[in-house]
């Protein structure tokens, strides 16, 4: 089962801009997770953000989490063409210890 | 820090015939695996979780009878393909969920892609 929506779905920019991909979910969270995937492979951790927090920081990842709207951002600041990759939320399913993946963005970075 | 190994990474079998992918935490306990199921440019659906020495939650829609997951230890969950189709072919991730003081988190296994020919 899906838990929410990303958008965009899709997102190609030139290197050096920031990207902000946006991610939606429909039931009450632990905590979200970002994850990153390059193409056929493994899932990377990026970043997580727990339920009583609204901003966190690593490295050039910003990540924001709004519960009220069941909304969170991340944001990657000066893009990298090695950023290139897919980008998925997760969400900690409070009550149901499980993992549930929004549906992704694909990130282009020109270079 | 936490590693989960899983094996084979890449498998090509034939049409009815079936394969077993092994999820094994490496250096934790991981009383709770999940299995994901993944199709090419799309997300990652959750098809079962497992809990050591019981049986095993399908999500809606998932075959169980199908897709066979024992989690016979704490250590080691397996998921059989039965009977294979070329349909199943696909990207296949495991997850542990660790226990204990260090708090794992989950973890996850570098996937197993198969082709079903």
């Known amino acids: 089962s899906q838990q929410g929506e990303e958008d965009p779905q899709a997102l190609s920019i030139q290197e050096g801009e920031n990207a902000t991909m946006n991610c939606s979910y429909k039931t009450s969270i632990n905590n979200l997770q970002w994850y990153r995937q390059n193409s056929g492979r493994g899932l990377v951790h990026l970043i997580l953000i727990r339920s009583n927090e609204r901003e966190k920081h690593s490295g050039r990842l910003r990540v924001t989490l709004d519960t009220s709207k069941k909304s969170s951002s991340l944001l990657i600041t000066a893009s990298r063409a090695a950023d290139t990759a897919s980008y998925f939320c997760a969400t900690d399913v409070q009550g149901a210890q499980k993992l549930v993946f929004g549906q992704g963005t694909r990130l282009t970075i020109n270079p | 820090g936490a590693v989960v190994s899983q094996h084979p990474s890449r498998v090509i079998c034939k049409s009815g015939t079936s394969v077993k992918i092994e999820c094994r935490s490496l250096d934790f306990q991981a009383t709770t695996m999940f299995w994901y199921r993944q199709f090419p440019k799309q997300s990652l659906m959750l098809m079962a979780t497992s809990n050591e020495g019981s049986k095993a939650t399908y999500e809606q829609g998932v075959e169980k009878d199908k897709f066979l997951i024992n989690h016979a230890s704490l250590t080691l969950s397996t998921l059989t393909v039965t009977s294979a189709h070329p349909e199943d072919s696909s990207f296949y991730i495991c997850?542990?969920?660790?226990?204990?003081?260090?708090?794992?988190?989950?973890?996850f296994g570098s996937g197993t892609r198969l082709t079903v020919v």
């Open positions: 997850s542990a969920l660790g226990q204990g003081p260090l708090n794992y988190g989950y973890t």
